[in-house]
């Protein structure tokens, strides 16, 4: 190539990258203002012109929803393109939707194959989520003493997350010896940071008394701290103090209100207890229908208690026509999973011949093992 062309072509280049970086500058002070439509064009003209950050950062739009629809389809095409430029952050953004199967195909090993180099680049997010298919054993096989070395990688780099999962490694003892003060001082660090499921989790020690001394009125505290910044488990906890009257005045109506903001987030207990306050009348009008409804959602999840809550209604006929086989396929579900109350039923079907079984003390002997 004529040497003049050469130039042409390099000043062209440079001028291409001098644009995409204004783009990409005058994008996120749109972001700043608040000013959402803007930034999603500003975005898209440096992210079309090859910037990597402008791509990551187009397609965390596109993830979130914010300035157009949300389009997990799209955000995983823009992470891919900035992913390909060796872009960090974009290729555990990438991973993220691999490990949870939005706008691409479920693939763990993609999302493993993604987080491990942004990993090794010392990257505090890519370092937090492989910790979490390791702990998991999604991809990979479980090892709970390597899960804990990236969670503590990425929490000795400050990230709340990673360090709410240490805190959650030495509470349940997995790949450390159980140390409930050890859990309480990295939930702290998490919670100073104003992240919600470590505010929770401290609630949830002060609950228990573990670490600390028993203290409900702090860990109502905590829990109100989590739950203003609308955190599922925490909506929950707090409404299973109000929903029993411990450490608040009993209030089933605000026990159904918190319920129901956690069932709508999709967590499971609190789908369940949102549909056990409905089996049975409490804070609103009895409706068995959508009882097994918000069951049915966490059952779908695989909560036992659910599962065991949903046999209930089969068993009874209520918000369904009578099922002795389901109800009894759902009480095994439940007790199979270790929850001793579906445990116990089943004990009882067998000493008594209920739900169209015959009497059989083998299996009833069984199940009452299983119930201790």
Request: charge should be positive; charged fraction near 20%; glycine fraction near 12%.
């Amino acid at each position: 190539m004529d040497s003049r062309w050469k130039l042409l072509v390099a000043g062209v280049l440079l001028l291409g990258a001098l644009s995409a970086r204004a783009d990409f500058a005058a994008a996120r002070k749109a972001v700043a203002a608040g000013d959402l439509g803007a930034a999603v064009r500003l975005y898209t003209e440096a992210a079309t012109k090859g910037d990597p950050r402008a791509q990551n950062d187009l397609g965390v739009l596109y993830e979130r929803g914010a300035g157009v629809p949300r389009d997990y389809a799209q955000a995983a095409q823009w992470y891919a393109r900035a992913a390909g430029q060796g872009h960090l952050a974009a290729q555990t953004n990438l991973g993220y939707l691999y490990e949870t199967g939005q706008g691409v195909k479920l693939d763990y090993d993609r999302a493993l194959a993604l987080y491990q180099p942004a990993a090794d680049r010392h990257w505090a997010q890519a370092e937090n989520n492989l910790g979490g298919l390791i702990e998991k054993g999604l991809g990979v096989a479980r090892d709970y003493g390597r899960a804990l070395t990236w969670y503590r990688k990425a929490a000795e780099q400050g990230l709340a997350q990673a360090q709410t999962n240490v805190g959650y490694m030495y509470e349940t003892g997995r790949g450390v010896p159980r140390d409930d003060a050890q859990a309480m001082a990295w939930y702290r660090k998490a919670a100073a940071q104003g992240y919600a499921q470590a505010e929770n989790n401290i609630g949830a020690l002060y609950q228990r008394g573990r670490g600390v001394t028993a203290d409900l009125p702090q860990a109502l505290e905590w829990y109100r701290k989590a739950v203003a910044r609308h955190n599922p488990q925490a909506q929950t906890n707090l409404g299973f103090l109000y929903a029993t009257g411990r450490g608040v005045p009993q209030d089933d109506g605000e026990a159904l209100k918190l319920y129901q903001a956690a069932a709508a987030q999709g967590f499971a207990q609190g789908e369940n207890n949102y549909g056990f306050m409905l089996a049975n009348g409490r804070g609103a009008p009895r409706d068995y229908d959508a009882a097994r409804q918000w069951y049915e959602k966490a059952a779908a999840q695989g909560l036992p208690q659910a599962l065991h809550n949903l046999a209930g209604l089969y068993e009874s006929g209520r918000g369904v026509v009578v099922d002795d086989r389901q109800a009894l396929s759902l009480y095994q579900r439940a007790a199979e999973a270790g929850y001793r109350p579906a445990a116990q039923r089943l004990v009882a079907v067998y000493q008594n011949g209920q739900l169209g079984q015959a009497v059989d003390p083998g299996r009833a002997q069984l199940w009452a093992d299983r119930a201790q």
